[in-house]
């Protein structure tokens, strides 16, 4: 019997690592369990969660006696552990390492835009404020890196699906979703890979309100 398969998440569906997991997880035809955590009650910190996860973030992955924190540590995990369904990452290792390295800059740069443009703006509805001068930039940023890895005329960034789509477009999308200005081609991007039915089951989840 296959070990069992547990993923945490935050409890308002809104965390976009949380659903580069869900989705990852989907992709590969996996079934697991899912349960929500309380960022807002501090649940992350309190003893049972913090001793599971080495980092105390949500995703964690649970894999029989093996926990992962981490989105695309843990997607990486997935795309190397289970090989049927849909390969998560591309097979040519230049591309491979460019999807990682996308994914890794996703995670840790464009902080004006992850904070005046947050998740929510997705989930819940758009912010009603103009971007700052220094979310501008971000964004002008943002665009450039996606112009140069999307060919023109590209469904996906490296021939075939990857996770990394996933990412992109989500980034993309606390802009178009918000009302922001985008080119169309990287909102027409984003808006196809929106529509992947693995990435609308987590649309799709009900959500407390906020």
Known sequence: MPDPLRLYVDAQYASPYAMSVFVALH??????DMSPVDLGALEHRAAGFSQ????????TLVHGDFALSESS??????????????????AQPRN????????????????????????EVIFYGPAGVPLSAVAHRAAKTLFQVA?????????????????????LAL???RLVMNGDAVPQRLASYADRQWQRPSVQRWVALERPPR
């Open 147 to 167: 112009q140069a890895l999307l060919a023109d005329g590209a469904e996906n960034l490296f021939g075939e699906w990857s996770i990394a789509d996933v990412d």
């Open 73 to 90: 540590a843990i997607t990486e995990y997935i795309d190397e552990t289970f090989t049927e369904g849909t390969a998560l990452y591309p």
């Open 52 to 59: 599971l996860s080495l980092t105390q973030r949500v995703p």
């Open 171 to 173: 980034m993309l999308n």
């Open 27 to 32: 992709e590969k035809q996996l079934g697991f």
């Open 96 to 119: 491979r390492a460019r999807a990682r390295q996308l994914q890794a800059w996703l995670r840790s740069d464009l902080m004006p835009i992850r904070q005046e443009r947050p998740t």
